[in-house]
Structure formats: structure tokens, C-alpha cells
């Protein structure tokens, strides 16, 4: 079992950055694939980034790449999304989540936390 609380969302100008975290629990983090996905109002859940368990493999969606930067601390249980150069189309509920394989999909990821909403004004 796994939980996950994210950190750091808030309210930006278009430009501006912020620093998603999510802290994970329980001894078997670094066994995961870690995942930041993102849900606009009406619209369906994205994909953002992802990282692999041993930090040797990241993907980011076309949207993002270039822009935002995804890292993990497996001693301190925790992942990271960098993001840089925000847009106001970058406004949405920002979701950590752990999975056991390397994957893109929501479906694929077991544990997420509870969401950080992330506001870019224009």
C-alpha cells in the first residue's frame, strides 16, 4: 500500500513557475514508476510526466516537454514536478501516482493522492 500527498499547487502568472511535490508513504517507493497527471474542469484526466522506479527512464507528454521536469528523491520518498514557463492552459488539478509497471496510462497507475489544484492567470 501506498499514499501519496501532493504539495505546492497554487496561483501563477502565465510565465511564472511552481514546484509540485508528492510525498509518498511506506517502505516500497522506489519499487514504483511515479506519474503526475492533470484534470481541467470537463475534461478527462492527462497525462503529464512520468519517472521511472530507478530514475534511469522519464516521459513527458508533447504539452509539457521542454517545460516542465519530473525527479524523485527515493530516500526522502518523494516526487517532484518541476514547472517552468506556465500557460494559462496549464491550469488544472495536478495528480501524483505510483504504479508497478512503466506506463502512460491512468489505468496503469494503482496509488494517487488527493490532488493539488494549479491556477495559471493570463
Known amino acids: 500500500q501506498v499514499q501519496l500527498v501532493e504539495s505546492g499547487g497554487g496561483l501563477v502568472q502565465a510565465g511564472g513557475s511552481l514546484r509540485l511535490s508528492c510525498a509518498a508513504s511506506?517502505?516500497?517507493?522506489?519499487?514504483?514508476?511515479m506519474g503526475w497527471f492533470r484534470q481541467a474542469p470537463g475534461k478527462e484526466r492527462e497525462f503529464v510526466a512520468a519517472?521511472?522506479?530507478?530514475?534511469?527512464?522519464?516521459y513527458y507528454a508533447a504539452s509539457v516537454k521542454g517545460r516542465f521536469t519530473i525527479s524523485r528523491d527515493n530516500a526522502k520518498n518523494t516526487v517532484y514536478l518541476q514547472m517552468n514557463s506556465l500557460k494559462p492552459e496549464d491550469t488544472a488539478v495536478y495528480y501524483c501516482?505510483?504504479?508497478?509497471?512503466?506506463?502512460?496510462?491512468?489505468?496503469?497507475?494503482?496509488?494517487w493522492g488527493q490532488g493539488t489544484q494549479v491556477t495559471v492567470s493570463s
Open positions: 501516482a505510483a504504479g508497478r509497471r512503466w506506463g502512460f496510462s491512468a489505468k496503469e497507475y494503482d496509488y
Open positions: 511506506g517502505r516500497t517507493f522506489s519499487y514504483y514508476t
Open positions: 519517472i521511472s522506479w530507478n530514475d534511469m527512464n522519464t
